[in-house]
């Protein structure tokens, strides 16, 4: 096939395209650019409009067959990343330039690694690639974009966007990876005595304040469940100084756009729902995003959201569950420091020379503390510590 047959184009809509062709790109285990989550996502408002999430999807076709495609996203802020930028942007304003609009692709508003260079099977890999990473930076020079910014991409992406003139960036979150676990008791006979009591002792207290845990799939949520979900989200978010992000109607829009693969693990305590947590699920992993509760109830939310997650993952036998962003106390609970991939280019040089330094001495720092905190997991060390 000759390199002018591939042309790339871009659409400001998820709308303008076609569902079957966008699914069909190797999205890897994430189910978050799928397009009904992006569906979901424009038409409750959360992105698009006003919310300084402006779209711009990038189509790289031949022979009228979609070959490949990425998400990108203008930005007036940095919000919604989890990847964060603060300290370049005050930067940036101190030395008189213009951090914003800044070019993003990710998944907005969503903390998991993902694919962001979507590719059709068969696909030539290499010159897709390339010519969606120049379309991209086509996007950023006619928008006036002082940057662009891959967030929480691929190890292998990162690679390949460094051989591009990109450059690296180090970080981590805390997943929980499935070793062949035949149940939750096996999960905890891997775990350090002391830490394997906890956790029994947790779930046991929980256990006994709750009728049940219930999964409920996307396809059979009521509008009273999706209604709940959206109020625990909020309170959930104020209680904690957060924003929300997600506006009015999300929950109801992403459970009719991509009911396979969305979720909610539902309490029941006396005879009412009282919490809940949402989730998604692919054939390759778990990822938990949201929770809340009516009810205050010790350890209900480690419960709701990482324990009935990791029983899940051994039921059916998924390898990954990614519980969300940041959180200390996932790694007593059998979470490991998982590391994350990001890529950025600046336009001024100057500039880009300086975040290039302190990316360096970030990545030593990102890497001394993940095996700091290895060090403190709660997982078996000495071959006397056995099971009881």
């Known amino acids: 096939m000759a390199s002018t047959d591939l042309a790339v184009r871009g659409v400001t809509s998820i709308e303008g395209v076609d569902r079957a062709a966008w699914d069909a790109l190797d999205h890897g285990p994430s189910p978050f650019l ?111 974009c002082s940057s662009i910014h891959w967030l929480f991409c691929t190890d292998d992406e990162q690679a390949l966007l460094a051989e591009h003139g990109f450059l690296a960036r180090a970080s981590f979150q805390y997943h929980w990876h499935n070793r062949g676990y035949a149940s939750f008791d096996g999960f905890l006979g891997a775990l350090a005595s002391r830490k394997r009591k906890q956790l029994r002792k947790e ?54 756009e991509l009911p396979e693969a969305t979720w909610i693990a539902e309490v029941t305590v006396g005879d009412r729902p009282a919490a809940g947590a949402l989730f998604f699920e692919t054939p390759q ?6 929770w809340g509760s009516d009810v205050e109830l010790d350890c209900l939310h480690f419960e709701t959201a990482y324990y009935a997650g990791i029983e899940r993952c051994i039921a059916r036998g998924l390898p990954l569950f990614e519980a969300g962003a940041q959180g200390d106390h996932k790694l007593v609970r059998g979470f490991d420091p998982s590391p994350t991939y990001s890529a950025h280019w600046l336009r001024h040089e100057g500039f880009a020379a300086a975040i290039e330094e302190f990316l360096g001495r970030e990545r030593r720092a990102v890497a001394r503390q993940m095996a700091e905190l290895a060090e403190y997991g709660p997982y078996r060390k000495a071959e006397g510590d056995e099971p009881a």
């Open 34 to 144: 799928r397009h009904g989550f992006l569906t979901a996502l424009e038409s409750s408002g959360s992105i698009g409009k006003r919310s300084g999430w402006r779209p711009v999807y990038l189509l790289a076709e031949a022979g009228g067959r979609l070959q490949g495609a990425v998400a990108a996203f203008v930005k007036q802020h940095s919000y919604g990343e989890y990847i964060f930028d603060w300290a370049w942007a005050g930067a940036a304003e101190r030395a008189g330039l213009d951090y914003y609009p800044k070019l993003v692709i990710a998944a907005p508003i969503t903390p998991a690694t993902g694919r962001r260079i979507l590719l059709a099977p068969g696909c030539d890999r290499a010159r897709t690639a390339a010519a969606l990473i120049a379309a991209v930076r086509a996007v950023a020079d006619d928008a006036g």
């Open 285 to 290: 992993g778990l990822y938990g995003r949201y």
């Open 203 to 256: 779930r046991a207290r929980v256990h006994a304040a709750i009728e049940r845990l219930t999964w409920v799939p996307g396809g059979e949520l009521t509008t009273a469940q999706l209604d709940r979900m959206d109020r625990w989200y909020r309170a959930t978010t104020e209680e904690h100084g957060g924003h929300d992000y997600l506006r009015p109607g999300f929950f109801h829009r992403v459970a009719a």
